[in-house]
């Protein structure tokens, strides 16, 4: 009798362990990223796409995708994308023109909740929409 129910406890952990198994890789990962900058001052949208490591220039800003999810086609959408924005601004000082570069942001942006880890910037607004193949 123990025999059984130990032979039955452990068909019941193997079953789920292979149900597990599909919840376990729900999200594809793609390296490219496509996404929305908003111009707050001249109020124009544009798209941009960006494929692995290489940075994309917006004004002064330097936008880089260093990973990007996607959900399974037989879940809810959503894409998530970990984004490195970098202000290369101009420093004025009597001594010449010199770049300094500044993180600005890095952490997780959301499509689904763009206001959850928003980069606030006086000028321009960054929204993700989808994930892409690197070229």
């Keep these: 009798m123990m025999l059984k129910a130990k032979l039955l406890l452990l068909a019941l952990f193997i079953f789920d362990l292979v149900q597990a198994r599909d919840y376990i890789e729900p999200t594809f990962s793609k390296g490219g990223l496509k996404f929305v900058v908003l111009d707050k001052l001249t109020n124009k949208k544009q798209t941009y796409t960006t494929s692995g490591n290489k940075p994309v220039t917006v004004g002064t800003l330097e936008i880089t995708s260093k990973a990007c999810f996607e959900s399974a086609p037989d879940e809810q959408p959503e894409t998530s994308a970990y984004i490195e924005i970098i202000d290369k601004k101009v420093a004025d000082d009597n001594q ?31 929204t993700i929409i989808s994930c892409m193949e690197n070229k």
Excluded: R
């Design 96 to 126: 010449g023109a010199a770049t300094v570069p500044e993180i600005l942001y890095q952490n997780w942006m959301f499509a689904s909740a763009p206001s959850l880890n928003s980069f606030d910037h006086p000028q321009y607004n960054i």
